[in-house]
């Protein structure tokens, strides 16, 4: 069945494709959305936080009343070995400020309010909607395909699809992909009282903590842990390369991963009393700007994750920031291509030119050597057990006499970390 054309549509009701669609309605822009879950949030995952600062300056209005979780006051770093952990926190009364710096999220909650608003500016959001193909006319995209019947034609399609992005594929805009661009999460929220969440973590009412932990809980794969504690429940996941786990041997599971991180005397007394109200795996993209997909073609954007717009920072993941902002400059290209209704792929690279100018491109860009990085194994193994060994030498106290705080850590220092592997990893590091 063929529908009306409409002026835009998007696949996708992830941050990406809700932010384009507000700002598309709000600008009276005829816009359809079409998302795949039984509603916008029920296919999303995230870890997750959104730093404010990047987000703010779009749709302040919506920021305001926004359903997001508790604003993150304390930063944990922790580097897991075998049997022991070293942690690094910052608790600031910066992060106590507001306009407050980061908030954790639950995305099935807040992009289904999203969805709502996005109605409420006048588009339509169709949920239980997959796209499976893009209409192709004389060359250009000309709307989507969903089914053997169904079909939306429309004067340019923006490919909101996330990660492993279907319509940038149909339409031609991304190559053949590699494991190594791409890791695999899985994450599990675990309900706790309010209550129980701000006594355990020594937390005030609607403060929260985020923590990454890196090390042994991936079992000398590149990946990493994540823990963000939401109002009452508690986000704890990990996440692993595809490429490190598929050379894995023996091979292990993911499932058992995250079974042993959540047995580990640093988590379980966390989570304990926990019920797991949900559990959800996903790809991740890790590639950067080095597997980034053409932006636009002619009638077609590419927003969010299906354009790769994710960067694993080590200390921070973000990928929220970039789809909303994506999003917007998306939507804002449409506006000025409307003005003259050429929708062709030289009147949309506008989108590239603002991609290029703006955060998202600059900070991936400047972190575009992260993943060489990540890919050390000595950064999951040798590097959390040597410094707990040093710490662990440093605090143990036994009937012998105690060497001095000075002559262990240049010992340790020295017999651990003065050799050619670390200057080459050291070095590695002053890339990023
Ligand atoms: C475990 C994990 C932890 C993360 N942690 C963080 C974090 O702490 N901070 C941060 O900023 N980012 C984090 N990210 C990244 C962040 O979640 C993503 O960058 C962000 O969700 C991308 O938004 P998006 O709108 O581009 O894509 P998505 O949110 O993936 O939305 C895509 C939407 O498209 C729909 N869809 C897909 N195919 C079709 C189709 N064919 N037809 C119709 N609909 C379709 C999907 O159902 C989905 O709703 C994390 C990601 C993961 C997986």
Redesign the pocket.
């Not at 996903?282 to 993209?285: G, L, R, S």
């Given at each position: 069945m063929e529908e009306e054309k409409v002026e835009v549509v998007i696949?996708?009701?992830?941050?990406?494709?809700?932010?384009a669609a507000y700002v598309l309605a709000q600008e009276g822009v005829d816009t359809v959305v079409?998302?795949?879950?039984d509603y916008?949030?029920?296919?999303?995952?995230?870890?997750?936080?959104?730093?404010m600062y990047p987000v703010a300056r779009y749709f302040p209005e919506l920021w305001e009343d926004a359903p997001l979780e508790r604003h993150v006051t304390r930063e944990t770093l922790t580097m897991m070995a075998e049997n022991c952990s070293t942690s690094i926190t910052l608790d600031s009364d910066r992060f106590r400020e507001e306009p407050y710096h980061s908030y954790t999220?639950l995305?099935s909650k807040f992009?289904r309010w999203f969805g709502d608003k996005v109605m409420e500016a006048g588009a339509f959001v169709l949920p239980k909607?997959?796209?499976?193909d893009v209409i192709m006319e004389d060359g250009r995209v000309a709307g989507i395909r969903?089914g053997d019947e169904d079909e939306i034609p429309a004067d340019v399609v923006i490919a909101?699809?996330?990660?492993?992005?279907?319509?940038a594929e149909k339409a031609g805009l991304r190559q053949a992909q590699q494991p190594k661009h791409f890791a695999v999460?899985?994450?599990e929220v675990i309900e706790l009282p309010s209550k129980t969440i701000e006594d355990r973590f020594s937390l005030g009412p609607n403060e929260g903590t985020?923590q990454l932990f890196f090390g042994d809980l991936t079992k000398g794969m590149m990946g990493g842990g994540?823990l963000?504690t939401n109002i009452n429940s508690i986000s704890l996941?990990l996440?692993v390369g595809i490429e490190s786990l598929m050379e894995r041997d023996p091979k292990i599971e993911v499932h058992e991963l995250i079974e042993d991180f959540k047995a580990r005397p640093e988590i379980r007394n966390l989570i304990a009393g926990g019920e797991i109200v949900e559990y959800?795996a996903?790809?991740?993209?890790e590639g950067g700007v080095n597997a980034m997909p053409r932006l636009y073609s002619d009638g077609i954007l590419v927003?969010?994750?299906?354009?790769g717009?994710?960067l694993n920072m080590l200390l921070?993941?973000?990928?929220?920031?970039?789809?909303v902002g994506?999003?917007v400059m998306a939507a804002e290209t449409i506006m000025k291509a409307r003005e003259s209704k050429d929708y062709s792929a030289a009147s949309l690279s506008y989108y590239e030119e603002l991609v290029k100018e703006s955060f998202i491109f600059k900070d991936l860009h400047s972190f575009r050597n992260v993943l060489s990085m990540l890919e050390n194994p000595r950064l999951f193994n040798f590097y959390p057990q040597a410094v707990c060994d040093i710490f662990e030498k440093l605090m143990w106290i036994d009937e012998n006499p105690k060497a001095k705080i000075s002559s262990t850590v240049i010992r340790e220092g020295i017999s651990k970390f003065l050799n050619w592997s670390t200057i080459r990893d050291v070095a590695g590091m002053l890339r990023i």
């Open positions: 696949v996708g009701a992830g941050l990406a494709g809700l932010s079409v998302e795949r879950g916008p949030g029920a296919k999303n995952v995230t870890g997750g936080r959104i730093y999220i995305r992009d909607s997959r796209a499976d969903m909101a699809d996330g990660v492993l992005s279907l319509m999460s899985v994450k985020a994540f963000y996941g996440v959800s996903h790809v991740i993209p927003v969010g994750e299906a354009a717009f994710g921070t993941v973000r990928g929220m920031e970039f789809a994506s999003g």
